[in-house]
């Protein structure tokens, strides 16, 4: 990644805003894909429990990745708070992030670079900015994120019994 002397992160060393939010939003669909094809299989006809075994905690982790992320790139890119809770929102019906993905999109909410900056006024992006500068702490802690929510959820058990 190459920063500016502004300190500003620069496209296309790394992946923008809308390349992150897609893989992210595209990914949770695919999570539910296969949780409902294995709620098919255990509740419809009764094959195997196995499908939902499986997806329940890949949905799961890809949920609580996609929130965080939705979090950082509506910091990064100046979202309304309606437009964060409706970006969060989403991500509960099936596929509906990838809708959300294309009206954010439509609507010039996720561009190609990051406007975070080390001096900007707001201490949150300032944070982002200093996430995005050091992209691998960065994954580390949103790995890190996700499986302290994961515990947290475990514990108190799916939300389907
Ligand atoms: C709002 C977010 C979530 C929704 C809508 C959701 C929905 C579901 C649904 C519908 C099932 C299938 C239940 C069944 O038919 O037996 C399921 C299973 C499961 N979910 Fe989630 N989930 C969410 C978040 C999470 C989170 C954060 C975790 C923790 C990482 C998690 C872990 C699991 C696990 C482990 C299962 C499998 C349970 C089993 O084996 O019976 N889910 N979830």
Redesign the pocket.
Known sequence: MSTSVSGSVEAPAMAGPLQVFRIVAVGEAMSWAG?LTG?FL??VTHTT?LG??IF??I???V??AFCLVTVAVAIDQGWSRRRVLLGLAS??PPFFTVLFERYAESRGLLGTAWLSRHDSPKASQRAVCTLLRHPVRAVVLLLVAVAAL?SV??VAG???G
Do not use: C, I, Q
């Open positions: 949780l709620m255990k509740r429990d939902v075994t329940g905690p949905h799961g982790v949920f609580l991500s509960l994961a959820a475990l799916p939300p389907v």
